[in-house]
């Protein structure tokens, strides 16, 4: 069985856009993988956050986990600052890592606004994701197209300590990504893609967002003013987004969608896309609100935790041996 590894960063607001491009993928990977699922909490404190909302946020985002269909009895599910080998890797990691390639990383870019000085876990940041996936010799990565980037640096770094420290050293991964739902764009503006950051509210569709919300935010998607429902991303970038999120919500095809709305104008698209998304996160809502009160999230992640761990331990075992680190 392949090995497979994923995560997600506990910073509140998981949307449509984390479903559809890398948690659909954890839910369909477990039947026929080794998958290992983490809340990646170290990841989250390169920007400051409160630590009493930070600790909510991890139980939600693994109750989520739960709720769109993990199965901790199949998959590995666990908080990464449990496992203290990912802050340990990392740093063997970095040491083989470049400040050029890291100054390269569009994330970094964007997040430090190009500033002169900008906090150094941004920096370190996607050495600490490719300790995260290197850990557990991992083969297959499920995550959204903006991981693209990260998912190189793992890999050229997998590669360069091979050729130095024996081919046996790390096992080199490969990305995984949907073919719709990897990049679910912004509903207010549909050139940036959905994040759980933006200021407007409106501008995403949190998983746990209650029907009028999802209403108003799918009601208010700016759009053309052409009124055709058409797939054309670069020049009906909007209803090109709302159609790439019906298609994957509902399994119909976006040539049937353009079929079906085929004269009726986007007043019409947009009520029935309201309630194809209602209606798909009404289950997963259900569920969570069950997780979170049956009381099991804990034992669960302290399972995890303790599986995560000794996978961990035997990776690091190798890879100390083979840098000459340790007695
Ligand atoms: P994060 O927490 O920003 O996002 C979690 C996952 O959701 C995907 N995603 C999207 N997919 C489609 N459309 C969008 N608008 C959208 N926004 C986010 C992301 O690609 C990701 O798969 N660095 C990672 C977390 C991480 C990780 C790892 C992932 C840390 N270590 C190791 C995989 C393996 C991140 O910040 O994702």
Redesign the pocket.
């Known amino acids: 069985m392949k090995r497979v590894?994923?995560?997600?960063?506990p910073?509140g607001n998981i949307h449509i856009?984390?479903y559809?491009?890398?948690l659909k993928q954890f839910v369909e990977l477990q039947d026929n993988s080794d998958c290992i699922y983490?809340i990646?909490d170290l990841?989250s404190i390169t920007v400051p956050q409160d630590p009493k909302k930070l600790r909510e946020s991890i139980r939600n985002v693994a109750a989520l986990y739960l709720a769109v269909g993990v199965d901790p009895k199949k998959s590995t599910v666990f908080v990464q600052s449990d496992v203290p080998g990912h802050s340990e890797l990392s740093w063997i990691l970095t040491c083989c890592s470049y400040t050029g390639e890291l100054s390269r990383m569009t994330q970094f870019k964007q997040k430090s606004k190009e500033k002169e000085s900008a906090p150094t876990g941004l920096f370190m940041y996607p050495v600490?994701?490719a300790a995260?996936?290197l850990l557990y010799d991992t083969q297959i990565?499920p995550?959204?197209?903006?991981?693209k980037q990260?998912i190189e640096l793992t890999r050229d770094l997998a590669v360069r300590i091979n050729g130095k420290y024996g081919k046996d050293t790390l096992v080199v991964p490969e990305g995984k990504y949907m073919k719709s739902?990897?990049?679910?764009?912004a509903l207010d503006e549909p050139t940036n893609?959905?994040?759980?950051s933006a200021e407007n509210e409106f501008s995403r569709i949190s998983l746990l967002d209650p029907p009028n919300k999802i209403k108003k935010a799918i009601m208010r998607a700016t759009t053309d003013s052409d009124g055709e429902v058409r797939f054309d991303v670069e020049n009906k970038p909007g209803i090109s987004n709302l159609l790439s999120i019906y298609s994957v919500f509902s399994g119909i095809s976006i040539e049937q969608l353009e079929k079906k709305y085929q004269g009726s104008g986007y007043g019409d698209f947009k009520k029935d896309l309201v309630e194809v998304v209602v209606d798909a996160l009404a289950p997963i809502q259900q569920k969570y609100n069950d997780v979170m009160e049956s009381g099991e999230l804990d034992k669960i992640l302290k399972e995890g935790a303790e599986k995560a761990g000794a996978i961990a331990q035997k990776t690091l075992r190798r890879v100390k041996e083979n840098f000459g680190l340790g007695l």
Do not use: E, P, W, Y
């Open positions: 590894f994923s995560g997600i960063q910073t856009g984390n559809l491009g890398a983490c990646v990841h600490l994701m995260d996936i990565v995550v959204g197209d903006d991981q990260h739902g990897a990049r679910i764009m893609k959905m994040s759980k």
